[in-house]
């Protein structure tokens, strides 16, 4: 059984910066491409990042390029979203995903239909 488990989360001032990580267990971390999606209240689940199983590709939405940055640790079966200069409209919890198989492209990472497994995901929140 696969399992995914984030922490990291929690309340931070606008300007401020957060780590999230996700640790993958029950699986073997360097077979799945990994992504991050985020849903606010009210709104759908949006597309933050992804990172393919050798880290060669990142791919990010268009409202946190430039701010957010995914990485991976293959030997700690962990994948990390650093998020900086936050704004109050990046408050969401936040969910880390995983993907069967060496697919690329910002296309098939952005697709949250692509994902095998999810997280229970973790809250944000920044105030202004």
């Known amino acids: 059984q696969v399992q995914l488990v984030e922490s990291g989360g929690g309340l931070v001032q606008a300007g401020g910066s957060l780590r999230l990580s996700c640790v993958v267990s029950?699986?073997?971390?360097?077979?799945?491409?990994m992504g991050w999606f985020r849903q606010a209240p009210g709104k759908e689940r949006e597309f933050v990042c992804g990172i393919t199983t050798n880290s060669w590709g990142t791919y990010y939405g268009d409202s946190v390029k430039g701010r957010f940055v995914i990485s991976r640790d293959n030997n700690k079966n962990t994948v990390y979203l650093q998020m900086n200069s936050l704004k109050p409209e990046d408050t969401a919890v936040y969910s880390c995903?995983?993907?069967?198989?060496?697919?690329?492209?910002?296309?098939?990472?952005?697709?949250?239909?692509?994902?095998?497994?999810w997280g229970q995901g973790t809250q944000v929140t920044v105030s202004s």
């Open positions: 995903a995983a993907m069967r198989g060496t697919a690329w492209g910002s296309s098939v990472y952005s697709d949250e239909q692509q994902y095998d497994y």
């Open positions: 029950g699986g073997t971390f360097t077979n799945y491409g």
